[in-house]
T-cell receptor
Framework: EAGVVQSPRYKIIEKKQPVAFWCNPI?????LYWYLQNLGQGPELLIR????????DSQLPKDRFSAERLKGVDSTLKIQPAELGDSAVYLC??????????FGPGTRLTVL | QKEVEQDPGPLSVPEGAIVSLNCTYS??????FMWYRQYSRKGPELLMY????GNKEDGRFTAQVDKSSKYISLFIRDSQPSDSATYLC???????????FGTGTRLTVIP
């Protein structure tokens, strides 16, 4: 069974540019999470979806970050405009309801 | 103060050693406790999952939870070079939804 798929794996952009990350969860998983992982830190939740509804986006910086999960399957996380401090790994995870979370490999973002 | 505290290490041990990894937490509402292993440039993968207090064993791995002390541990017996990774503790409340992670401990097992 395929795991959580994320793309791109690596992205380098200049500050003030927009960037988007894509996630395809494990088939049948209705809950999807986006996490931010800074170097030397544990992942921190940005947003959680149950099907197509964002049920917890309290940690998402809404001035520059946005996310969507159309049709309750794939999800996209966008940053516009990117800042130097956004350099990090963006992890996507999925679960069946509120069960075990399975993580993708992440997208490593570098903002120059 | 962070809700979950974990010594970031790094920790280096010889092959075959017993490894002890620990986390403390402050939120008494946490009921689900997990250990994730993260290899370099990979996503975290679930290693052990424990509900409430007690011990759980899986092969060379043992997870312990002491809710009265707000302290959890992961023991690795007969450590192998393939165990070299970052180990993240994580925990969540009654809904088992949002996970709160420690900073991770970087472990190196030397052949």
């Amino acid at each position: 069974e395929a795991g959580v798929v994320q793309s791109p794996r690596y992205k380098i952009i200049e500050k003030k540019q927009p960037v988007a990350f894509w996630c395809n969860p494990i088939s049948g998983h209705n809950t999807l999470y986006w996490y931010l992982q800074n170097l030397g830190q544990g992942p921190e939740l940005l947003i959680r979806y149950e099907n197509e509804e964002a049920v917890d986006d309290s940690q998402l910086p809404k001035d520059r970050f946005s996310a969507e999960r159309l049709k309750g399957v794939d999800s996209t996380l966008k940053i516009q405009p990117a800042e130097l401090g956004d350099s990090a790994v963006y992890l996507c995870a999925s679960s069946l309801d509120l069960g075990t979370q399975y993580f993708g490999p992440g997208t490593r973002l570098t903002v120059l | 103060q962070k809700e979950v505290e974990q010594d970031p290490g790094p920790l280096s041990v010889p092959e075959g050693a017993i490894v002890s990894l620990n986390c403390t937490y402050s939120n008494s509402a946490f009921q689900y406790f997990m250990w994730y292993r993260q290899y370099s440039r990979k996503g975290p993968e679930l290693l052990m999952y424990t509900y409430s207090s007690g011990n759980k064993e899986d092969g060379r791995f043992t997870a312990q939870v002491d809710k009265s002390s707000k302290y959890i541990s992961l023991f690795i017996r007969d450590s192998q070079p393939s165990d070299s990774a970052t180990y993240l503790c994580a925990m969540s409340g009654a809904g088992a939804n949002n996970l709160f992670f420690g900073t991770g401990t970087r472990l190196t097992v030397i052949p």
